[in-house]
T-cell receptor, first 114, second 107 residues
Framework: EAGVVQSPRYKIIEKKQPVAFWCNPI?????LYWYLQNLGQGPELLIR????????DSQLPKDRFSAERLKGVDSTLKIQPAELGDSAVYLC????????????FGEGSRLTVL | GENVEQHPSTLSVQEGDSAVIKCTYS??????FPWYKQELGKRPQLIID?????GEKKDQRIAVTLNKTAKHFSLHITETQPEDSAVYFC??????FGTGTRLQVTL
């Protein structure tokens, strides 16, 4: 079975441009997470979904970031407009639920904003 | 949310020696403490975890200990090998991660 799939793997854009990342979690996983990982740092939670509901988005900069998980499966994370400081790896992960089961990460989407 | 402090940030050991990484937390409600290994350019992968009703868990050369009273948990790697070289992250639950420890195993 495929793991968590993310695309694109790499994206280079100029500041003020929009960008979108896509994530397909492991089949049957109700909980989906988006993390930001800066170089040399641990993942930082941006948003967590339980099925299609965003239940923890307190760390998501809502002025420029948005996310959705339609039908409770795939998810997209969008940044508009991108800033230089948004350069990072955006990791998607999924688990059966918050309290049980292993957390599985995707390979990440590396964003470079010029 | 509650932070997790991780030490050291870098660790260099000779092949065959042991490595210990320690994390501390402040949230008494925490009951799940996983450890992840992340190789350069790769995804973080779970290597071992422990729940609050257990004091120690071992899987071959890797072990994790939990001290609930002192609110710290540690990763122990024995008989280190070059392929153990990576960045290791502790976490509190699935939401809060430590800052990482870069382990370098030298020949």
């Amino acid at each position: 079975e495929a793991g968590v799939v993310q695309s694109p793997r790499y994206k280079i854009i100029e500041k003020k441009q929009p960008v979108a990342f896509w994530c397909n979690p492991i089949s049957g996983h109700n909980t989906l997470y988006w993390y930001l990982q800066n170089l040399g740092q641990g993942p930082e939670l941006l948003i967590r979904y339980e099925n299609e509901e965003a239940v923890d988005d307190s760390q998501l900069p809502k002025d420029r970031f948005s996310a959705e998980r339609l039908k409770g499966v795939d998810s997209t994370l969008k940044i508009q407009p991108a800033e230089l400081g948004d350069s990072a790896v955006y990791l998607c992960a999924s688990s059966l639920d918050l309290g049980s089961g292993e957390l599985f990460f995707g390979e990440g989407s590396r964003l470079t904003v010029l | 949310g509650e932070n997790v402090e991780q030490h050291p940030s870098t660790l260099s050991v000779q092949e065959g020696d042991s490595a210990v990484i320690k994390c501390t937390y402040s949230d008494s409600a925490s009951n799940y403490f996983p450890w992840y290994k992340q190789e350069l350019g790769k995804r973080p992968q779970l290597i071992i975890d422990i729940r609050s009703n257990v004091g120690e868990k071992k899987d071959q050369r890797i072990a994790v200990t939990l001290n609930k009273t002192a609110k710290h948990f540690s990763l122990h790697i024995t008989e280190t090998q070059p392929e153990d070289s990576a960045v290791y992250f502790c976490a509190r639950g699935k939401l809060t991660f430590g800052t990482g420890t870069r382990l370098q195993v030298t020949l």
